[in-house]
């Protein structure tokens, strides 16, 4: 069992940057994923970007590459999100999730990820 808690969320000026933390607790296998989705109000889930544990290979969604850099510290068994050049439309609840594996066609589908923190709100005025 993993329990993962996120933080960092809070209020932004467009153009700004924030980043946010998961901090999971419980053992996490080399072969395990973590990513981040966000919840737009009204809309699906959708996927942000995700980090495989052992290798620190990343993939991003096309609306956050280049903006968004997703990490992760294996002591602290913690990933981050740096999110810079915010835009009003990332104001979104912001998960972080864990899949116990990876494929690499379905690492943007959160039905595939085990585990999922309580989230944190990212708001970007303008």
């Known amino acids: 069992q993993v329990q993962l808690v996120e933080s960092g969320g809070g209020l932004v000026q467009a153009g700004g940057s924030l980043r946010l933390s998961c901090a999971a607790s419980g053992r996490i296998f080399s072969s395990y994923s973590m990513g981040w989705f966000r919840q737009r109000p009204g809309k699906e889930r959708e996927f942000v970007a995700v980090?495989?544990?052992?290798?620190?290979?990343?993939y991003y969604a096309d609306s956050t590459k280049g903006r968004f850099t997703i990490s992760r510290d294996n002591a602290k068994n913690t990933v981050y999100l740096q999110m810079n050049s915010l835009k009003p439309e990332d104001t979104a609840i912001y998960y972080c999730?864990?899949?116990?594996?990876?494929?690499?066609?379905?690492?943007?589908?959160?039905?595939?990820?085990?585990?999922w923190g309580q989230g944190t709100q990212v708001t970007v005025s303008s």
């Open positions: 980090i495989r544990w052992s290798s620190g290979s990343t």
């Open positions: 999730a864990v899949d116990k594996g990876f494929i690499n066609s379905e690492y943007d589908r959160a039905v595939v990820y085990d585990y």
